[in-house]
């Protein structure tokens, strides 16, 4: 172990261990002499000492105290390396991930609600259903990230839901759709913290708000290629007719495919740089220090009950919550229905299938871009509020523009597409903002959960009764991304107040910080060195 040890709690007990002291003396010890002289005098800095068993997983790549130095081309070529072996597969995952939970909008226009009679508002429950077994799940996925290992776990939940979408192809009646809608929910209820974990663990803050803008989008490519999958099983199937139903391939197609990628995804990323096979030993140790300047570590799987309140408390944390439960709101309806929405502006059920892959093409755009740009200027959250203040002028189009415009109201569908920039932004700060591993995790639950509850909302605004308008849902989406750039104003301003209040901490008269503070699992709020990013 090197000369400074790890601070933590045990139990319920805060541990306080900011250089600056409640006296407002300064802490700073150098070597380890000079550290227990500093301890002897508070309780605070006694418990570095203390609970040292449980520190960030980084502090095993410094345990002999070799210094390491990590120049500009070696940070380069890492960077090269690991965007290589881990985006294209997180990419693709994360597209089946959408995919998967919205095939039921394909099915639902090739012959599904007939085959299993769903009647009255069976089909609004079903979309639902899939967010309820998220919801119920979402927590304690987010304790067995932490406590087991990250990208193993991940992998188990992949090859899981892809069998289970996979066997909706045997289902009969409304009753086995429910109960295969919400055990989708519960496996996939780990892939969007997963995710963000591993990309707090592997790329710095000004690397985060692009990957994650990069991985989400898929969630386009996976529209754009579950519309043409559909499209060319449903027009193969009416030329040529199918020994089963058009609906039961999809399913059958996309479910297979994802766990197969499970099985890739376990074998390919590692649970962290420690263990990664494709790394050299040296390069495992550099990777680790590269992300130094993240203050936050690698990983800890010890639950810290302090953490835990201290996000209870946090008022970031609840606005994520609200911004997330706002959105989805509006989403949870456009996912689940946006295939009988471009049927009502006046087109067949089979090109509505082709006719809604534009739309993920316009989200791939405006998350790659918004992801880009925003880590650019160090403006996420602004960049992002230009997404969805297209989205808002997309839906104002629909409904200002009489039905028979079809082509100006499916104009208006593609401009929605954009509303998910904030959405990847706030996921994105999470992984940034958040910082203390029990702290990010419950952060990260808590925001799904949200999520959740904003997707099981949104189906229900779209009742059969207001076809083929819809005009309810469509002025309730409208009203909630206008709440939505309120709310991101003020994380805005919020993020600011606090880099004003720790630039000042760390401008007192003796302040120092602690030597490998970055790997002593401290909280945002505990750490005069975090810098939230905007």
């Not at 040890?5 to 070597?31: C, F, M, T, W, Y």
């Not at 309780?43 to 120049?71: C, P, Q, R, W, Y």
């Not at 597969?89 to 769903?118: E, F």
């Not at 140790?285 to 800890?300: F, H, K, S, T």
């Amino acid at each position: 172990m090197p000369d400074v040890e790890a601070p933590s709690v045990q139990g319920d007990e805060k541990h306080e261990v900011h250089q600056i002291l409640p006296s407002g003396r300064s802490v700073s010890p150098v070597n380890l002499d000079e550290k227990r002289m500093s301890i002897s005098s508070t309780t605070a800095a006694k418990k570095i000492l203390e609970h040292s068993h449980d520190a960030d997983e980084a502090m095993k790549a410094f345990a002999n105290g070799e210094v390491v130095e990590l120049d500009e081309a070696t940070n380069k070529r890492l960077l090269r390396i690991i965007d290589f072996r881990m985006m294209p597969l997180m990419c693709v995952v994360y597209g089946l991930n959408y995919l998967d939970k919205t095939t039921l909008s394909y099915a639902s226009i090739m012959g599904i609600k007939k085959d299993i009679h769903l009647v009255g508002d069976n089909y609004q429950w079903l979309g639902s259903m899939f967010y309820f077994g998220y919801l119920a799940w979402e927590y304690p996925t987010n304790r067995l990230l932490q406590r087991l290992p990250l990208a193993k776990y991940s992998a188990f939940c992949i090859v899981a839901w892809g069998v289970i979408l996979a066997l909706f192809a045997t289902v009969k009646d409304f009753g086995g759709a429910v109960a295969i809608r919400f055990l989708l929910g519960v496996f996939e209820a780990a892939v969007t913290p997963g995710f963000a974990l591993i990309t707090s663990q592997w790329w710095t803050k000004k690397e985060q708000g692009a990957r994650t803008g990069i991985w989400f989008s898929f969630n386009g490519f996976g529209q754009i290629f579950g519309g043409l999958v559909a499209y060319g099983i449903a027009v193969g199937a009416r030329k040529h007719g199918t020994a089963i139903a058009p609906w039961k391939i999809v399913f059958l197609v996309n479910g297979c495919l994802t766990a197969l990628l499970g099985v890739v995804f376990f074998f390919v990323i590692p649970d962290n740089q420690l263990n990664a096979w494709w790394l050299k030993p040296r390069d495992r140790i550099l990777a680790v220090e590269r992300v130094r300047v993240n203050q936050q570590g690698i990983g800890n799987k010890h639950f810290k009950w302090y953490q835990l309140k201290e996000a209870l408390l946090d008022p970031l944390t609840w606005a994520f919550g609200f911004y997330a439960l706002t959105a989805d709101i509006p989403n949870g309806g456009i996912s689940n229905f946006f295939s009988q929405l471009i049927v009502s502006f006046g087109y067949t059920p089979e090109e509505s299938l082709l006719y809604g892959t534009p739309g993920g093409a316009v989200e791939v755009v405006a998350l790659i871009f918004c992801g880009w740009l925003g880590d650019k200027i160090g403006q996420r959250l602004l960049v992002s509020m230009g997404g969805l203040v297209i989205a808002i002028l997309g839906m104002v189009l629909i409904v200002a523009l009489p039905l028979e415009n079809n082509s100006g109201r499916l104009a208006g569908y593609y401009l929605t597409q954009a509303s998910p920039t904030p959405f990847v932004a706030l996921l994105s700060l999470i992984a940034t903002n958040v910082a203390g591993y029990t702290k990010k995790t419950t952060v990260a639950a808590i925001y799904l959960i949200c999520y959740c509850v904003g997707n099981i909302i949104g189906p229900q605004t779209f009742r059969p009764k207001d076809a083929p308008r819809y005009e309810p849902a469509e002025i309730t989406i409208i009203v909630c991304w206008g709440v939505c750039l309120i709310d991101l104003a003020f994380i805005w301003w919020y993020c600011k107040h606090l880099n004003a209040k720790k630039a000042a901490i760390r401008a007192e008269p003796g302040y120092q910080k602690l030597e490998n503070q970055e790997w002593l699992d401290l909280t945002d709020k505990e750490n005069p060195e975090f810098v939230y990013s905007l």
